[in-house]
């Protein structure tokens, strides 16, 4: 599976939208890209995912760049449960190998 | 009740004991996969299963063992623990196929000493 980058942290002030960035250069045609997050004490819990259309749920909004290079998740009121660990993932449509790669994601923070 | 369920969910042990950890769901997937995590890092597979049949070593196998008794129970086993065992464990399920978002447990946390 390509690999993924994000910022280490993040901060955002509560009741305000939160843009959480991720590129991946070398995404595939059949990549989905995923986002988890995890609560502290927490497993990872599954948040959104898209292939190339923008995508929304009740949690977030993902924006997928055109040329599939980069996306963002959208938090779009922070609250102060949001603050958790954000990652990335690309997965393979036709995929029956190897599986979801967690890097170290994004630390949000959310001041009141 | 907890779709994924491990247990336990803290163990501390002696180095050289055998340790099993269990997992359960009751989500129906097919498939499930057992993690690790160390503070400050990401999660690293151990071993997966796409059904009751299939067992398949995961980025960092060595020291473990797994053993998929039915479609819902998952066990990972340490034959003889060592401390840089000591992490936080994660099982997880998913329905299959590439799109397919994964659902974790709450983890089980074993420290060796």
């Known amino acids: 599976d390509a690999k993924t980058t994000q910022p280490n942290s993040m901060e955002s002030n509560e009741e305000e939208p939160v843009h959480l960035p991720c590129n991946h250069s070398?995404?595939?045609?059949?990549?989905?890209i995923h986002w988890y997050r995890q609560l502290p004490s927490q497993g990872p819990e599954y948040v959104i995912h898209?292939?190339?259309s923008n995508v929304n749920n009740r949690m977030a909004s993902l924006a997928i760049a055109e040329d599939r290079k980069s996306s963002t998740l959208i938090l779009h009121r922070a609250t102060l449960r949001d603050a958790a660990v954000y990652y990335c993932?690309?997965?393979?449509?036709?995929?029956?190998?190897?599986?979801?790669?967690f890097g170290p994601g994004t630390r949000l923070s959310v001041l009141p | 009740d907890a779709d994924v369920t491990q247990t336990p969910r803290n163990r501390i042990t002696k180095t050289g004991k055998r340790i099993m950890l269990e997992c359960s769901q009751t989500?129906?997937?097919?498939?499930m996969y057992w993690y690790r995590q160390d503070p400050g890092l990401g999660l690293r597979l151990i071993y997966y299963?796409?059904?009751?049949?299939?067992?398949n070593k995961g980025e960092i196998s060595d020291g473990y063992s797994v053993s998929r008794q039915a479609q819902a129970k998952f066990s990972l086993s340490l034959e003889s623990a060592i401390p840089n065992q000591t992490a936080l464990y994660f099982c997880?399920?998913?329905?299959?196929?590439?799109?397919?978002?994964?659902?974790f447990g709450d983890g089980t946390r074993l420290s060796i000493l």
């Open positions: 070398t995404i595939s045609g059949t990549d989905y």
């Open positions: 989500k129906g997937h097919d498939r």
């Open positions: 997880a399920t998913s329905p299959g196929g590439g799109s397919q978002p994964q659902h």
């Open positions: 993932i690309l997965r393979r449509r036709d995929n029956y190998g190897q599986n979801f790669v």
């Open positions: 299963s796409f059904d009751v049949k299939d067992i």
């Open positions: 898209g292939l190339t």
